[in-house]
């Protein structure tokens, strides 16, 4: 499959910008890449819209192929797509009891990621209560219990004979009794979606205040996974879901359709079967699966270190010969702020040991910042130009003071004069031969 998109975008290489053409022809691709990731169809329609729209009149980046450009901006918007940033389940404080009922269809993992949970909220120093709100299957609240013994957690039941609520209010009076500050409720799945299973979920929802709802569902039921999680958020609206049994070879579109689809953030990955095997999502790690192109993404980053390392390479030689204005200036800190900000840089620079407490943030160069973009072009090619009426209007444009302007550009100036100095020493002008 991934060389099935390859040899499309190779043929959009040699080419320096993206029309409208190359986008489309290589979006096509993209979209047969993700239905066959089991995205859904009309996820796929929006998204391929999105990049699109984002991807024509687009420069190509330096050293990247348009084919890998437009990859990067599929990346980029798959990560978009599923939240970019990993989601904890929200609790309340230890003082309270946080109640999450768990939902989804018979065989997601609901048990099993239950007991998984509890064994993360242990490791967080919570008290968690499983409750056995399966009342249809014997051997469900047996393989709670076996799995709640497993982790060192209490499992609360009450047979079969209690409505699912009522166990699960009582679960509640035993945890406040016993000092457990998490209840969650393992319920009672369907084969498929339907009235029987959703009233049981809305009566506990109706009586009991649930914290957090959330969807347990299987990843390798591929399209169908949609279905479930919209009719899930639209009968007893979620919070969250959690997709289980990635550990399989499903490529996980389900995850991208089901974050489209309810709005609902990704919480966890089941890995496996073992009570450990439950990972933080993490978006990124997500959309290159879908993608199936983790080398082609490799290609990318690497490409864009190369990029950085020739714009040094350049700045070095205007370095070198004091050409630099203040256009390079503002190159630099986007650069600085690009690899992590002046502290990542600091803490990446072998023995500089920074000290705990160290208090830098980028906020200094804010106010440079400001200064240079008041400037016209042309004065920032050429600082010469600024004469005092210039300043004037400068500080105007970025609402500081006058002497904040002076001190940049004399700064600036005094920097220029020591790189002269520097170049001319390196370069042996002027001195005897040997001295460096
Ligand atoms: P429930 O009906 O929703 O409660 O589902 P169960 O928790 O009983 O799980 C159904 C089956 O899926 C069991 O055999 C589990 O061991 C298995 N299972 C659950 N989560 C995962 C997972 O992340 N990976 C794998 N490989 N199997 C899983
Ligand atoms: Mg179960």
Same mark, same amino acid.
Not at 242 to 256: C, F, S
């Given at each position: 499959l991934?060389?099935k998109?390859q040899?499309?975008?190779?043929?959009?290489?040699s080419?320096?910008?993206?029309?409208?053409?190359d986008?489309?022809?290589?979006?096509?691709?993209v979209?047969?890449?993700l239905?066959e990731?089991?995205v859904n169809? %009309?996820v796929?329609k929006?998204?391929?819209?999105?990049?699109?729209?984002?991807?024509?009149?687009?420069?190509?980046?330096?050293?990247l192929?348009?084919?890998?450009?437009?990859?990067?901006?599929?990346n980029?918007?798959l990560v978009?797509l &599923?939240?970019s940033?990993?989601?904890e389940i929200a609790l309340?404080p230890?003082?309270e009891?946080t109640?999450i009922?768990?939902?989804?269809?018979?065989?997601?993992?609901?048990?099993t990621?239950?007991?998984k949970? !509890?064994?993360?909220?242990?490791?967080?120093g919570?008290?968690p209560l499983?409750?056995?709100?399966d009342i $249809?299957?014997p051997?469900?609240?047996?393989?709670?219990?076996?799995n709640?013994?497993?982790?060192? #957690?209490?499992?609360?039941?009450?047979g079969t004979?209690?409505?699912p609520?009522?166990?699960?209010?009582? !679960?509640?009076?035993?945890a406040a009794?016993?000092?457990?500050?998490?209840?969650i409720?393992?319920?009672?799945?369907? *084969?498929h979606?339907?009235?029987?299973m959703?009233?049981?979920?809305?009566?506990i %929802?109706?009586?009991i205040?649930?914290?957090q709802?959330?969807?347990?569902v299987?990843?390798?039921t591929?399209?169908?996974?949609?279905?479930? /999680?919209?009719?899930?958020?639209?009968?007893?609206?979620?919070?969250?879901v959690?997709?289980?049994?990635?550990?399989?070879?499903?490529?996980?579109?389900?995850?991208?359709s089901?974050? !489209?689809?309810?709005g609902?953030?990704?919480?966890y #990955?089941?890995?496996?079967?073992?009570?450990?095997d439950l990972e933080?999502? $993490?978006?990124?790690? @997500?959309a290159?699966r879908?993608?199936?192109?983790?080398?082609?993404l490799?290609?990318?980053?690497?490409?864009?270190?190369?990029?950085?390392?020739?714009? /040094?390479?350049e700045?070095?030689?205007?370095?070198r010969?004091?050409?630099?204005?203040?256009?390079d200036? *503002?190159e630099?800190?986007g650069? &600085?702020?690009?690899m992590?900000?002046?502290?990542?840089i600091?803490?990446? @620079?072998?023995g500089m040991?920074l000290?705990a407490?160290?208090?830098?943030d980028?906020?200094?160069?804010?106010?440079?910042?400001a200064?240079? $973009?008041?400037?016209?072009?042309?004065?920032?090619?050429?600082?010469?130009l600024?004469?005092p009426?210039?300043?004037?209007?400068?500080?105007?444009?970025?609402?500081v003071?006058?002497?904040? #302007?002076n001190?940049?550009i004399?700064?600036?100036?005094?920097s220029? %004069?020591?790189?002269?100095? &520097?170049?001319?020493? @390196?370069s042996?002008?002027g001195?005897?031969?040997?001295?460096?």
């Open positions: 991934s060389e998109l040899n499309v975008f190779k043929n959009l290489r080419k320096g910008r993206l029309t409208e053409e986008v489309k022809a290589a979006l096509k691709e979209k047969m890449a239905l990731a089991d169809f %009309k796929v929006n998204f391929v819209k999105t990049v699109q729209e984002r991807a024509v009149g687009q420069d190509v980046m330096n050293s192929t348009p084919g890998q450009m437009v990859i990067k901006l599929v980029e918007e978009n &599923m939240g940033e990993t989601t309340k230890s003082n009891i109640v009922m768990m939902c989804g269809l018979q065989g997601a993992g609901k048990t990621t239950t007991a949970i !509890a064994g993360k909220l242990k490791q967080k919570r008290r499983l409750a056995a709100c $249809y299957r051997a469900a609240i047996e393989q709670l219990k076996v709640g013994e497993k982790q060192g #957690v209490e499992v609360f039941s009450m004979s209690h409505k609520v009522d166990i699960a209010k009582a !679960a509640i009076e035993h009794a016993h000092n457990e500050n998490v209840v409720l393992d319920t009672a799945g369907r *084969l979606v339907d009235e029987d959703m009233g049981e979920l809305q009566e %929802k109706e009586n205040d649930i914290d709802t959330i969807l347990v299987d990843s390798m591929g399209q169908d996974a949609v279905n479930v /999680a919209k009719t899930f958020h639209e009968k007893i609206e979620i919070d969250g959690i997709l289980t049994k990635l550990d399989g070879d499903t490529r996980g579109g389900a995850a991208l089901i974050r !489209a689809v309810t609902c953030p990704i919480l #990955v089941g890995m496996g079967e073992k009570l450990s933080q999502f $993490y978006p990124d790690r @997500m290159s879908i993608l199936g192109m983790g080398d082609v490799t290609l990318i980053e690497k490409a864009e270190a190369e990029i950085d390392q020739d714009k /040094a390479r700045m070095e030689k205007k370095f010969k004091a050409e630099f204005d203040f256009n200036f *503002l630099q800190i650069q &600085m702020k690009k992590g900000g002046i502290k990542s600091l803490g990446m @620079m072998p040991g000290p407490d160290l208090d830098i980028d906020d200094v160069f804010k106010g440079t910042e200064i240079i $973009y008041s400037m016209t072009p042309e004065e920032r090619g050429n600082p010469a600024i004469n009426s210039r300043k004037k209007r400068i500080a105007k444009g970025a609402g003071d006058i002497a904040e #302007v001190k940049l004399k700064q600036f100036e005094q220029r %004069k020591m790189m002269k100095q &520097m170049s001319g020493m @390196m042996g002008k001195k005897k031969k040997g001295r460096f």
